[in-house]
Structure formats: C-alpha cells, structure tokens
T-cell receptor, first 114, second 114 residues
Framework: AQSVTQLGSHVSVSEGALVLLRCNYS??????LFWYVQYPNQGLQLLLK??????LVKGINGFEAEFKKSETSFHLTKPSAHMSDAAEYFC????????????FGKGTRLSVIA | KAGVTQTPRYLIKTRGQQVTLSCSPI?????VSWYQQTPGQGLQFLFE???????NKGNFPGRFSGRQFSNSRSEMNVSTLELGDSALYLC?????????????FGPGTRLTVL
C-alpha cells in the first residue's frame, strides 16, 4: 500500500533562508507525487507535481522538488523564504498514473521568522 | 472560470444529528471527490462520484454517504454525528473520473460536532 512520511511536523526558517521540507513515499509502482499548500481556513492549492519525465519539478511561488527514486524521496525546496510562505504543506502520492486516490502525509507547518 | 465552491463554510451540529454538505465543481468537471481532514488522522479520501454513481470509496463507516446530481454537483451526508466527525471536509473536482492528478480543491466546510 502506498504511504507518505513527512519528516518534521513543524519547520521554522528565517526570512530569506532556504526552505527544505522533506517527504518520503512508499509505493509498489511508479508514483505520481504532489505538494500542496494550505493557508489557514482555506483548501489545498497545488504547488507542483511529478508525473513522468524530468525529475526536477518547478512549481508556483518559486518552489521546486526533485523526485529521487533510489531514495524514495520528493523533498520540497525554495531558495529564499518569504513571510507569505508561512502555511501548512502536504506531500501526496497517487499510483497507476494518477488514477488512485491521493494518499497524504501528515503535513508540515512552515513558520517564517522576520 | 470559477473554482470549486462548498457550502456552507462553517457548520455546528450536536451529537446524533445528521448533516449535509454541498459541493459545486468547476464548470466542465464531471468527477467530484470528498476528503476529511482532522488533526489526528490527517487528510483521508472519503469517496468519488462520477455520472451520479459512486466509483471509489475510502475506509469510512456507512454513516458517511454521498450523491451526485446530473449537473455534477455533489452532496455528502453524515448521519448520527459523533464528536470525532468534527473536521474540515474538502471537495475536489476533476475533468474525468479517476483523474486524481488533475484535481482542484474547494475551500472546505468546517464541521464542529458538540
């Protein structure tokens, strides 16, 4: 069965510092991988997704993630944190070319300190 | 193009009551999925509807049900509410069934059970 582990329920960074949110997945078949962001009292917004092809995926708001099959990882990064990046971030996996329901990690709350 | 809309945004009920939540998908999207988000269990898939039929179901008791109308709008119902049903209920729509990699999420309905 597919699963997602997000290391660190809370990450705190200074404004302008590197953002690194970790995600490891378990899947018996090639996965589709996603990162979503959730602001308070809002739904989920897709940041980026990996389906096939290039393993480095660029998303919105300057975020990117790299699919590493050997490490079963899909970590999210952003070179320079902005105050507006403070939110909850969820990693998710789907199998069979995105035809299975998303399985989410527990989420990582990102705080940005001025 | 309008996004996914959910009504109501907030709801307070008492144990034993039942509740109905509504979701209107993006225009042209024919599939609607529902997810439950709680602090303890995280984000979990409830079910997916397409063509007025449930085509996929998560691991939830029968108290949780849904339906879809001919215009693709969907409702979910929870009967005999329990305290543990307090959650944010998210609806997501996609153009076609099983396209979980193409889902767009609504803002959610926050249900509080007292």
């Amino acid at each position: 069965a597919q699963s997602v582990t997000q290391l660190g329920s809370h990450v705190s960074v200074s404004e302008g510092a590197l953002v690194l949110l970790r995600c490891n997945y378990s899947s018996s078949v090639p996965p589709y991988l996603f990162w979503y962001v959730q602001y308070p009292n809002q739904g989920l917004q897709l940041l980026l997704k990996y389906t096939t092809g290039a393993t480095l995926v660029k998303g919105i708001n300057g975020f990117e993630a790299e699919f590493k099959k050997s490490e079963t990882s899909f970590h999210l990064t952003k070179p320079s944190a902005h105050m507006s990046d403070a939110a909850e971030y969820f990693c998710a996996v789907s199998e069979l070319s995105g035809n299975t329901p998303l399985v989410f990690g527990k989420g990582t709350r990102l705080s940005v300190i001025a | 193009k309008a996004g996914v809309t959910q009504t109501p945004r907030y709801l307070i009920k008492t144990r034993g009551q039942q509740v109905t939540l509504s979701c209107s998908p993006i225009s042209g999207h024919r599939s609607v999925s529902w997810y439950q988000q709680t602090p303890g269990q995280g984000l979990q898939f409830l079910f997916e509807y397409f063509s007025e039929t449930q085509r996929n179901k998560g691991n939830f008791p029968g108290r949780f049900s849904g339906r879809q109308f001919s215009n693709s709008r969907s409702e979910m119902n929870v009967s005999t509410l329990e305290l543990g049903d307090s959650a944010l209920y998210l609806c997501a729509s996609s153009p076609n069934p099983g396209q979980y990699n193409e889902q767009f999420f609504g803002p959610g309905t926050r249900l509080t059970v007292l």
